[in-house]
């Protein structure tokens, strides 16, 4: 199964992406990072079944 997690470098978000993976999910987290922060997710950037894509979601991307 599959996942995407818009502001996935947040707070709230990135701690949803650790539970799905922690489900088995392959995740694609996505933000801005305008409050989100990159080191929320740090931990997961050699995770094989982690994608993350900075971009605006309001924007084509």
Same mark, same amino acid.
């Given at each position: 199964m599959r996942a995407l997690v818009t502001g996935g470098a947040g707070f709230l &978000?990135?701690?949803?992406c650790? #539970?799905? !993976?922690g489900e088995g999910y392959e995740v694609i #987290?996505?933000?801005n990072l305008l409050t &989100?922060?990159?080191g929320? !997710?740090?931990h997961l950037r050699n995770e094989p079944?982690?994608?993350f894509c900075? #971009?605006?979601i309001t924007q084509p991307f």
């Open positions: &978000g990135s701690h949803l650790d #539970a799905l !993976i #987290a996505v933000d &989100g922060r990159s929320n !997710i740090d079944r982690f994608c900075q #971009a605006d």
